[in-house]
Structure formats: structure tokens, C-alpha cells
């Protein structure tokens, strides 16, 4: 019977710790403020945008909410952005994605200060990140650190497998996992013989976007198994890339989806929000 790393009890740990810092530095006349971007009413984005919102006032920063319609052109969006990059007010922005498709998301990220990019996804950051500069890092990858580490599993000397290769989860979990000395493999779409390389893994990350892809013929007995993936069941219900019920017999350690990794990313938001006043 596997353990269940319990996100949302990790996540509110450090939102507890950041609570208290946060009230330290206001102490010290440093105040913290988050500018939330969305374009458009996707709805999932607004859920997202919405617990946003709730983190920041639970921890004691401001937030800054800019609702545009999705007919905001790009060149009205980089003003924005450009307009907060320039505000003593403002220390961290997030522009929710996905953007409508006729706005370069890449232009957008780009177009963010890499000294208020709070979601780890500016060029700059990404780079700090694989050469071991400090910088603000991605959000979810970061949250699985903490998730690990704070459940007592030991990173270093570990076999490694991320199963996606994704920007925003895959490489910068795979530059984290280095990080922390575990040797690591990235498997994607075109991995050929994946069941041999994901049942090789220690710690299986995964993050390929497909629903209940990852049954117990893919794990090693004993692993501990990370599931960043979000879908709905026949059932409409919440699950993830990994057959929890299949998987979780053979695994020693599992995340639950929902209540594993998800928390950990806002939280982790919040943790880069911080950073930007301890600096």
C-alpha cells in the first residue's frame, strides 16, 4: 500500500511559513504585490486566476487583476506588460495561459521583466536554471521538489524518469532533478520502448497528457510515482496521467490527483512572489 504525498497538506505548510515571512517584511516596510493578467473568460483559466487570488490575500500580498476581452490585440497586451515592467508598484507578473491564438505567447513571456517573472518561463530564468544561477523557477517542477522532499524521499543517486518534455514541466523537472543530484532520463512521444525505461525509475514523473495512460506495467515495485496530469474519467471525474488504482498497489510512495501536485504549484507561485522582496 503506498503512501499518499498529500499536496494540499505541503502546500499549506508553506503557505503558513510564507504568511508569517510575508508579515516580517511588511514589518520592515516591504510590501509585495502580484500583477494577474488574463485575456479572454476561458474558464479553467479563471478557476485558476481565482485561487490565485485567494493565495495572495491568505498570505498578505496585493494583487493587481487585469481582466481583458479576448479580442485584446498583442501589441495592447506588450503595452500592458511593458506598463507593469515599469512600476515600483508591481513586483512580480503572470500572464494566465493559454493566450487566444492570435496573441504569441512566446512574444508575451519574453516581453516580461526576467526580475518579475514569477512563473519561471522568461528565457532568462529557464537559462539560470540549467546553469545553476539562482533565479525564479518553474512553478510546478518546483512543487515536486518540495513534495518529495518534504515527504522524506531522498533525490540524490536516484534513477530519474520524466515521462513529457514540456517547457513548462519536462525540462525544467529535469534540470531540478539534477539539481539535487539524481540521474536523470527524459522520455517523450517518440521514446521508443517506454514501458523498459519508466520501469528503470526510482521516481517516476509524469506529465504526458494523456489520460490514465501510466498503469502498473509501466512502475518498478517500490517506486514512487508523481502524477502532474489533469483529465476527467468516464465519470467526470478528476484523475491524472497515471491509472491511480492500478498503480498505486505496486507504488511506495503516490501524488493523488486532485489534492498532489496542483496545490504545490500555486504555492510555489506564491514562494516566487516572496523572492522578489527577499532580493
Not at 476527467?232 to 488504482?245: E, I, K, S
Not at 511506495?252 to 498532489?260: C, D, K, L, N
Request: charged share 25%.
Amino acid at each position: 500500500m503506498a503512501v499518499l504525498i498529500d499536496g494540499k497538506k505541503i502546500s499549506k505548510e508553506i503557505k503558513e511559513e510564507l504568511k508569517e515571512e510575508v508579515k516580517c517584511l511588511k514589518e520592515e516596510g516591504k510590501n509585495i504585490c502580484l500583477a494577474v493578467v488574463q485575456v479572454g473568460e476561458d474558464p479553467a483559466s479563471t478557476v485558476y486566476v481565482n485561487n490565485k487570488k485567494k493565495a495572495c490575500a491568505y498570505i498578505g500580498i496585493e494583487s493587481q487583476s487585469y481582466e481583458l476581452l479576448a479580442s485584446t490585440t498583442e501589441e495592447e497586451l506588450v503595452d500592458l506588460v511593458k506598463r507593469l515592467n515599469d512600476s515600483p508598484e508591481v513586483n512580480g507578473i503572470l500572464v494566465q495561459l493559454p493566450l487566444p491564438k492570435h496573441i504569441n505567447e512566446d512574444r508575451i513571456i519574453q516581453a516580461i521583466s526576467p526580475e518579475k517573472d514569477v512563473d519561471g518561463f522568461h528565457p532568462e530564468s529557464v537559462g539560470r536554471l540549467w546553469i545553476g544561477e539562482k533565479g525564479f523557477l518553474s512553478c510546478t517542477p518546483a512543487g515536486i521538489i518540495q513534495l518529495l522532499k518534504r515527504s522524506g524521499i531522498s533525490i540524490e543517486g536516484k534513477e530519474c524518469v520524466i515521462v513529457g518534455r514540456s517547457n513548462i514541466v519536462g525540462k525544467p523537472m529535469a534540470a531540478l532533478l539534477l539539481r539535487e543530484n539524481g540521474t536523470v532520463t527524459v522520455a517523450h512521444s517518440r521514446t521508443k520502448e517506454l514501458q523498459k525505461i519508466t520501469k528503470r525509475a526510482d521516481i517516476l514523473i509524469v506529465a504526458i497528457g494523456k489520460r490514465q495512460f501510466i498503469t502498473s506495467e509501466y512502475i518498478k515495485e517500490g517506486a514512487v510515482v508523481i502524477d502532474v496530469g489533469m483529465h476527467r474519467d468516464a465519470q467526470n471525474r478528476l484523475c491524472g496521467d497515471v491509472d491511480f488504482a492500478d498503480v498505486e498497489p505496486k507504488a511506495s510512495a503516490i501524488t493523488p490527483v486532485p489534492g498532489g501536485v496542483g496545490p504545490m504549484t500555486i504555492a510555489m507561485l506564491m514562494n516566487n512572489c516572496v523572492e522578489t522582496a527577499r532580493r
